[in-house]
């Protein structure tokens, strides 16, 4: 055995393996300052987008274990330059999905800058562009976009699991951490506060107003519902549910209208036909079943046939219920066309004539492409962050992982929490937008959902409504969007007190 020499032996410091040391996340915010010219002021604003790190208080066996880094949220921020921003009213808005970034209300509707998306009659092409907003909330609020964990660029950290918020109440309270947060770091508890949802994004709102509520004394001044949804057993078509096939009715026979299916008959006209059949006959004709006699059920045919329009014998076959995609694929079947699930205006070509469910809803796919490319170019290039993830916009993963089990059991909802925030903050206002042409959530099953609220008759006035001719983001409509920017501007300030 030859001799060992002890230095041979030794190991050098720089050999030695190094221990990896977990890098702990921190806010990665970046501020920016711009100025908007509007048409009778300029708004010197300061904008603020990055991502919040969001932590919980972990405790074992009643032992704490430290306020540790769960996500990072991603967040944009409006704040006008040179106001008592201490009472200045703050909107905090999200999109819905689940699964939706907040980047269609942020730059189809809210925002000071804008996407061109184009429309129906004026689709824009590729590369696309952005603008100034004229219309911009801003002018009367200041904003907070918010993109719920796996949308945007929000994320959990490493070695966390992301479908820990991917369910009603995990996310209900992580906004309302984000929330929290960034009131108390910018000192806005005495500023009157908003919420803005769209879609599902309602949903999250109105439970959201109790939870801040009841968990952090935060009450809200306002709910701003867009294309409203409180009671998801109002639109999913499942087994033993018929409410649906009648809550859709005015929504189809609007978009059939459209397509000009209800010849030279004015809207309303032929709107409050299908209101009135959709509230008395047709639940009626449901609930029967085979009670039903010949001659009440050809009736019922005929009328459902002509309101919709669609042909008797589909209406016959398909037994009085008519599931909304199929109603998309069936509508313009004979001219080779569906027409689009988030906006009835909007048709595509349909390769296969015999399908049930379109294969492309047009009102997404014409107008993704913009707000995707919009919002990629405006935070580097206009708001100076960078970060090499891609920014999910619509992750249909997130949609079908969500949890409901929150509700098991029972329809998915939060119209109680909705009243017992309205009953427990009687200042508490609710606006709701309506578009005619939505068929993602219809109109008349949110009018369904809020004339049943539980709340006293004293506070149904702070309940306003607005309906716009188009579809779920009623935005996209040029003459929509304007008008929608002064109705909400209007309740912001008649709900701030000002």
């Known amino acids: ?41 300029k ?63 942020h730059m189809g509707l809210l925002g000071p800058r804008r996407v061109l998306s184009g429309d129906v009659d004026d689709p824009v092409a590729p590369p696309y562009g952005l603008t100034d907003n004229q219309e911009t909330l801003l002018a009367h609020s200041d904003l907070v976009f918010i993109d719920p964990v796996s949308t945007g660029y929000s994320r959990a ?30 000192q806005r508890w005495l500023s009157p506060k908003f919420l803005a949802g769209e879609s599902y994004g309602t949903l999250r709102a109105a439970g959201l107003a109790s939870h801040l509520q009841e968990r952090h004394g935060m009450y809200l001044n306002g709910l701003l519902l867009i294309s409203s949804v409180l009671d998801l057993g109002t639109l999913r078509f499942t087994e033993g549910n018929d409410l649906p096939y009648s809550l859709y009715v005015p929504t ?97 070509w349909e390769p296969d004539g015999g399908r049930e469910h379109m294969s492309d809803d047009p009102s997404i796919s014409r107008i993704i492409g913009a707000y995707t490319g919009g919002l990629n170019h405006y935070v580097r290039a206009e708001l100076g962050y960078e970060n090499d993830l891609p920014y999910e916009i619509l992750s249909t993963d997130v949609f079908k992982a969500w949890s409901y089990s929150d509700f098991e059991g029972r329809s998915v909802s939060s119209v109680d929490s909705l009243a017992s925030a309205m009953r427990a903050n009687p200042h508490l206002r609710v606006h709701v937008a309506f578009g005619h042409y939505d068929g993602a959530t219809p109109y008349f099953a949110s009018e369904h959902v809020l004339a049943r609220l539980q709340i006293p008759e004293e506070l149904r006035e702070n309940i306003d409504t607005a309906y716009y001719p188009a579809g779920h983001m009623m935005y996209v409509h040029e003459e929509s969007r304007v008008r929608q920017a002064k109705d909400l501007a209007k309740f912001i300030k008649a709900a701030s007190g000002k």
């Open 1 to 41: 055995m030859p001799d060992t020499n002890p230095d041979e032996t030794a190991t050098d410091e720089k050999d030695t393996p190094s221990v990896e040391t977990k890098v702990e996340p921190t806010d990665d915010l970046v501020t920016t300052k711009h100025t908007l010219t509007l048409k009778r002021r």
């Open 43 to 105: 708004l010197a604003y300061t904008a603020q987008t990055g991502r919040l790190v969001l932590r919980k208080e972990v405790v074992t066996d009643g032992k704490s274990e430290g306020h540790q880094a769960k996500a990072e949220v991603f967040v944009t921020s409006y704040t006008l330059d040179d106001t008592e921003s201490g009472t200045r009213p703050v909107t905090f808005a999200f999109n819905g999905g689940p699964g939706s970034a907040s980047v269609w209300l």
């Open 252 to 348: 189809y026979a609007a978009i059939a209208h459209y397509h000009g299916l209800h010849g030279d008959r004015p809207l309303d006209d032929v709107l409050a036909d299908a209101e009135d059949f959709a509230a008395k006959e047709l639940p009626w004709a449901l609930a029967r079943g085979a009670r039903l006699s010949t001659q009440d059920r050809a009736e019922a045919v005929a009328t459902l046939a002509s309101l919709t329009g669609l042909s008797e014998s589909y209406v016959d076959r398909v037994n009085l219920r008519i599931e909304h995609v199929r109603y998309f694929t069936e509508l313009l079947r004979d001219k080779g066309l569906t027409v689009g699930r988030m906006d009835g205006r909007f048709t595509t």
């Open 157 to 186: 950290v490493d070695g966390e699991k992301a479908k820990e918020y991917h369910g009603f109440t995990a996310d209900i309270e992580s906004i309302g951490e984000v929330i929290r947060l960034w009131v108390s770091r910018e």
